[in-house]
């Protein structure tokens, strides 16, 4: 089992940033990836950025050349920087992590953490 605690959140001005945190404990030795995910108000959950096993990064277009996903491998937790923030990124960001498991095929599971509130407003 892995437990995902996310902070960070809060109030920004367009064109501020936020640093989000995530911290993982638990099974944290099986995560394989990290990611952060986004929800807005009468809107799907939907992909901000991912951090591959290889460390390599990947973002939405919305959010590309703006945020940068990072992790801390000794502390067990993921980051992502909000930079030039748009009243558009207001959601509950949502940090997520996932194992992978290998028997007679591969599966995939995945673990959520409870959110926190970015709101971006003047």
């Known amino acids: 089992q892995v437990q995902l605690v996310e902070s960070g959140g809060g109030l920004v001005q367009p064109g501020g940033s936020l640093r989000l945190s995530c911290a993982a404990s638990?099974?944290?030795?099986?995560?394989?990836?990290m990611a952060w995910y986004r929800q807005a108000p009468g809107k799907q959950r939907e992909p901000v950025a991912a951090i591959t096993i290889d460390g390599s990064a990947n973002y939405a277009d919305s959010v590309k050349a703006r945020f940068a996903i990072s992790r801390d491998n000794a502390k067990n937790t993921l980051f992502l920087q909000m930079n030039s923030l748009k009243p558009e990124d207001t959601a509950v960001y949502y940090c997520n992590a996932f194992t992978v498991v290998v028997t007679s095929t591969v599966k995939r599971l995945d673990y959520w953490g409870q959110g926190t509130q970015v709101t971006v407003s003047s």
């Open positions: 638990g099974s944290t030795s099986s995560i394989n990836g």
